[in-house]
């Protein structure tokens, strides 16, 4: 595919039919040139086995035999399916390797199992099912409690090896087996592995696709079909490609290119289709920046989210997991139903405003909007790297916040690594040294938090009409809580530059 160049904004979107189309946004800059780059496979380790199965042997046509080519989806499907072709529309069987659930609809998809397959029956294989209590779990409220008993009891019936279980709320550390968020914790403790099919009863289960496997989330009654079967009839998605090259700046996060590209394509811009992400940004991009932006792919409608496994990915992966795996990366000859490149050196850092993930808009053009609280924490903002760049903008800054601002770690890991790693440039201080000097809230126990409201009583729950800037990942009304709340999307920087100045405030105030 040829260069494109740049005129008037920073990415340009050339779909299949190479068509080249403009894609304006007023503050960029002008005639930037974009050359392409592919993703080079990395070398891998003596673990990882065959790249896809043998494709079949086609008749040769007129102008010779072709190799029909595959995205990495399409072939991570096909090796699912014991296929050697898929294409987009396709509806298939699929063998799943993982299949997670939580607390809140872990019990609906047991009651499904059983119902379907028997008071008695046993699941498809109790060793690749991973159940993580995460969502409501530091409340009082009983039938919140109730639904991790529910799934305690299920567990210990279906001896499911990987129950990370909670039974001491009152001190979360008390339970060595418990982790926190579901998407996160996968990662943690080895269950995502490239080339592999996970599916979660969460529609951030899409996070996982920054390892380079096909991660999707799904209904109850899928997954208690998936528990009894272990396997699930999906369509395959065609894939739409976002390439984005050049140098990150120094105040921008993942959360700003995926809200860039949601406010560019829209909430329905992506459905049912996968978003495969590549180019020289993504490769220098961390695993954790990289679970952000695949994280948020279903804000966009999309069905899944992949990054090509590189060196970085091998090296998390294998530190966590002596399980096999087989990565996979897409063909040179393979069809996308739309490119979309970005110049990342030209972007700037943006919010979305309420109530939808791609309202977009500039961080600095919301200056005067005024905020009551700050919100750091979840699934998509709420890692090690998200509160290492907090903590590094409030010692840049050195000022006290002027708004409440609440800190949810996502796992137990992060809360530790929060109280224990030093903060790069601060002369050795850690993340809740910092957070303590700019008087923000103690950082909490791990759990998805307020993100998505709860009871009544969950830590940091807008009970109020507020306006809350927040490293979450959806703002719609009522989301966090007061239906009349309203939430601003944006990066751990953004939040804390907000934090220090009580409206929302582009970092590069804090950070140049």
């Given at each position: 595919m040829a260069s494109s160049v740049i005129s008037s904004s920073p990415f340009v979107c050339k779909s299949s039919s190479s068509s080249k189309k403009d894609l304006g946004f007023s503050s960029f800059t002008k005639s930037?040139?974009?050359?392409?780059?592919?993703c080079q496979k990395k070398s891998i380790s003596r673990k990882i086995v065959s790249v896809m199965a043998p494709q079949k042997d086609r008749s040769p046509g007129t102008t010779g035999s072709v190799k029909t080519g595959m995205t990495m989806t399409e072939k991570i499907l096909a090796r699912a399916a014991e296929k050697s072709l898929v294409v987009p529309g396709d509806n298939i069987w699929v063998n799943v390797d993982v299949l997670m659930t939580h607390d809140v609809c872990g019990p609906g998809?047991?009651?499904?199992?059983?119902?379907?397959?028997?008071?008695?029956?046993?699941?498809?294989?109790?060793?690749?099912?991973?159940?993580?209590?995460?969502?409501?779990?530091f409340t009082a409220d009983k039938r919140a409690n109730r639904n991790v008993d529910i799934m305690r009891e299920h567990c210990k019936e279906q001896n499911i090896k990987y129950f990370y279980d909670i039974t001491d709320l009152g001190n979360f550390k008390a339970n060595p087996d418990y982790k926190g968020v579901c998407h996160v914790a996968l990662a943690q403790e080895g269950h995502c592995r490239p080339g592999e099919v996970l599916l979660g009863t969460d529609s951030h289960t899409c996070t996982a696709g920054a390892f380079g496997q096909f991660a999707t989330g799904i209904g109850n009654t899928?997954?208690?079909?998936?528990?009894?079967?272990?396997?699930?009839?999906?369509?395959?998605?065609?894939?739409?490609?976002?390439?984005?090259?050049?140098?990150?700046?120094s105040y921008l996060q993942s959360k700003d290119l995926i809200l860039q590209i949601i406010g560019e394509i829209s909430v329905a811009g992506a459905t049912y289709k996968t978003m495969e992400f590549s180019g020289t940004c993504i490769e220098n991009l961390s695993m954790e920046e990289r679970m952000t932006l695949c994280n948020m792919v279903v804000e966009a409608g999309g069905k899944n989210g992949v990054i090509p496994p590189d060196a970085t990915t091998l090296n998390y992966v294998e530190n966590r997991t002596s399980v096999p795996f087989e990565p996979v990366y897409s063909d040179g000859n393979a069809s996308f139903v739309a490119d979309y490149r970005f110049d990342v050196s030209k972007l700037e850092p943006v919010v979305a405003k309420p109530h939808s993930p791609d309202n977009r808009a500039l961080a600095r053009e919301c200056k005067d909007v005024k905020i009551d609280r700050v919100y750091i924490g979840s699934c998509t903002g709420g890692k090690t790297e998200d509160f290492m760049a907090a903590a590094k903008l409030f010692h840049a800054a050195g000022k006290k916040v002027k708004v409440p601002t609440f800190l949810v770690p996502a796992t137990q890991k992060v809360w530790m690594d929060v109280y224990a790693l030093p903060v790069p440039g601060s002369g050795g201080k850690t993340c809740a040294q910092i957070f303590e000097e700019a008087g923000c809230d103690t950082p909490a126990s791990p759990s998805c938090g307020a993100c998505l409201g709860g009871p009544a009583d969950t830590y940091a729950r807008l009970n109020e009409p507020q306006v809350c800037v927040s490293t979450t990942n959806r703002n719609f009304p009522g989301r966090m809580g007061h239906k009349e709340g309203q939430i601003y999307l944006a990066s751990p920087y953004t939040a804390a530059a907000s934090a220090l100045t009580g409206h929302v405030t582009d970092p590069r105030e804090f950070l140049q």
């Open positions: 930037s040139q974009i050359s392409i780059h592919r998809a047991f009651g499904i199992f059983k119902r379907e397959f028997g008071e008695k029956a046993k699941v498809w294989d109790p060793e690749k099912i991973v159940v993580i209590p995460d969502h409501y779990i899928d997954a208690g079909f998936v528990l009894g079967t272990g396997k699930i009839l999906l369509k395959v998605p065609p894939t739409m490609r976002f390439i984005l090259d050049g140098e990150m700046p």
